[in-house]
């Protein structure tokens, strides 16, 4: 049996065999309904239904929530038999306190009673997804943004930076442009999600933005009431570049890039700015949010041509034979990839070492 990959995000679970050149078998939504204790569903009970959240800006929260979840992923929708549980390997985000990864590796093999562990870094997995062991990632997640210079397949971590904005936060700030322009409609959050995913792009330089003058367009939302979107649709992917627009007091994702890479030895700065990863969900989200993905990226390299680093950002284009929508799920391949060396060559936390060492082995094995 292959051993399993899991990427917990804030929004999306991806989760699949380790099959690199394919794309995780089952990608869900990370957040949860709370059923009534005696499992019922009525319409009483879905107009009080309460939404729970495991993992939150990219870090799990709620480790009951998350047991339950883990616990679909493998029995229900990897086909694992209770008493014949396999290896599994999970990505790890930016920034991850020691207790949590203790409290996975205990979860994992008390609870779950699995045969073999292994973590890594999610920049280093984005990395290792395009045939790189050096280089920087931009991840830009559903609820945070990190940016890792990698160096060796080792995370500079002095240098690295993570921002508590993402996604949810770009969906939030389009709700309350399209509420300025459509005062009389009232529009739920989902529907606003739908709307950036397939409205967003961005515009050729703060200039353009700035002058920015675009036509309308009519959009009808599932109850049947029509809304008219017109700049608010560039102000997502601006809102990257001009931190301001959000209410923050922050440089832009190129400057905080080009920031953090000079924080390393100049040694490596030419080595991490030419192998620039642009990588996670809110990157990348859908096939009709391409448009938005073309826009940004084309901005993020103008962008970094105008810097004054005297070596400009270069982003890493994935090999063809990869997955499509690589992006939105890189570290799970750089899993998948990972997982066909640690766990054949013995490199992973076992029963016995767990059972010897307890949840701390996970440090000296994997980190």
């Not at 009080?48 to 929708?77: C, F, N, Q, S």
């Not at 009431?225 to 001009?242: D, K, S």
Request: glycine share 8%.
């Amino acid at each position: 049996m292959e051993a399993a990959v899991v990427d917990t995000g804030s929004k999306l679970l991806k989760a699949g065999p380790a099959i690199p050149d394919q794309a995780p078998s089952l990608i869900i939504p990370t957040q949860m309904r709370r059923l009534p204790e005696d499992g019922s569903l009525n319409e009483s009970s879905l107009s009080e239904e309460i939404t729970v959240d495991p993992v939150v800006r990219g870090l799990i929260r709620d480790w009951d929530a998350m047991e339950d979840l883990l616990h679909h992923v493998l029995y229900t929708g990897l086909g694992w038999e209770i008493g014949n549980e396999g290896q599994i390997l999970f990505t790890d985000p930016l920034s991850t306190p020691k207790s949590v990864r203790e409290q996975l590796v205990q979860l994992m093999f008390e609870t779950f009673n699995i045969s073999g562990f292994y973590a890594s870094e999610q920049a280093v997995l984005s990395l290792y997804a395009v045939g790189r062991i050096s280089g920087c990632t931009v991840d830009i997640g559903h609820g945070k943004i990190d940016i890792a210079p990698v160096i060796e397949g080792a995370v500079h971590h002095i240098a690295s930076r993570r921002f508590e904005i993402g996604g949810i936060d770009l969906t939030k700030l389009l709700a309350q442009e399209l509420g300025k322009s459509n005062p009389h409609v009232n529009i739920s959050m989902s529907d606003v999600e739908k709307i950036k995913e397939r409205y967003s792009c961005c515009a050729e330089d703060e200039l353009a933005y700035g002058k920015l003058e675009c036509q309308t367009e009519k959009h009808t939302l599932p109850d049947g009431q029509v809304i008219m979107i017109g700049r608010e649709r560039y102000t997502v992917g601006e809102a990257l570049f001009q931190p301001s627009i959000l209410g923050l007091e922050a440089h832009g994702i190129v400057e905080q890039l080009v920031r953090s890479i000079s924080a390393v030895s100049s040694d490596n700065h030419r080595q991490l700015l030419e192998n620039t990863v642009l990588c996670g969900g809110t990157a990348t989200m859908t096939e009709t949010y391409l448009q938005f993905c073309t826009g940004f990226e084309e901005r993020f390299q103008k962008e970094a041509g105008l810097c004054s680093s005297a070596i400009r950002p270069a982003l890493v284009k994935p090999p063809e034979y990869m997955p499509e929508n690589l992006s939105m799920y890189s570290a799970w391949v750089g899993g998948a990839i990972l997982a066909k060396v640690v766990f054949p060559q013995n490199q992973h936390v076992t029963k016995a070492d767990y059972d010897e060492n307890g949840p701390s082995v996970v440090h000296r094995k994997c980190f």
